[in-house]
């Protein structure tokens, strides 16, 4: 049967590349018609996820896509209630700007941001989506480092 295609198919090779080129250029145009119908947009009502994406969009205005990143505070002799509180107050001045969102390991939400053994902790930093540039992220390093304390027997 297919030794009898393979004859006609050659004997009719015009006809063949031309159909060829037909299907072809049906299904680019079905392809086309049909795949603009697609959505990456959803609805989750009452989920927990879904109540993560509002929570993203209040606090960062919709911009849920950004960067995040951490940073990492060590005391080699565990952290003292003085270098807590000065450090919360440097996390606390970063979460008051609006290019950036902190989670202190000091925190309720960051508890377990905090080694077992109490002597390293990082902070959780979330940058809004429109905060891109490697040149903006250096900025705000640069900005982040003008304020950083000194905290004795702290390293940040």
């Known amino acids: 049967m297919l030794k009898r295609l ?17 299907a072809i250029i049906a299904l680019a145009v079905a392809m086309s018609t049909v795949g603009s119908k697609f959505s990456t947009q959803f609805n989750l009502p009452d989920v927990e996820s879904a109540q993560g994406f509002d929570l993203l969009a209040e606090r960062f205005g919709g911009e849920e896509s950004g960067r995040s990143g951490t940073l990492v505070v060590q005391a080699e002799q565990g952290f003292t209630n003085a270098q807590r509180d000065a450090l919360n107050v440097f996390f606390a001045q ?12 000091f925190s309720p939400e960051g508890a377990r941001q ?14 809004p989506a429109e905060v891109d540039a490697v040149e903006e992220f ?8 003008a304020i950083e304390p000194v905290v004795d027997g702290v390293q940040i």
């Open 138 to 145: 250096a900025a705000i390093y640069e900005e982040m480092k």
């Open 6 to 22: 393979g004859i006609v198919a050659h004997a009719r090779r015009r006809v063949v590349v031309a159909a060829w080129l037909a």
């Open 94 to 105: 970063l979460d008051a700007r609006d290019d950036m969102r902190i989670v202190s390991p």
């Open 114 to 127: 905090v080694s077992p053994t109490g002597t390293i902790a990082f902070a959780t930093v979330t940058f």
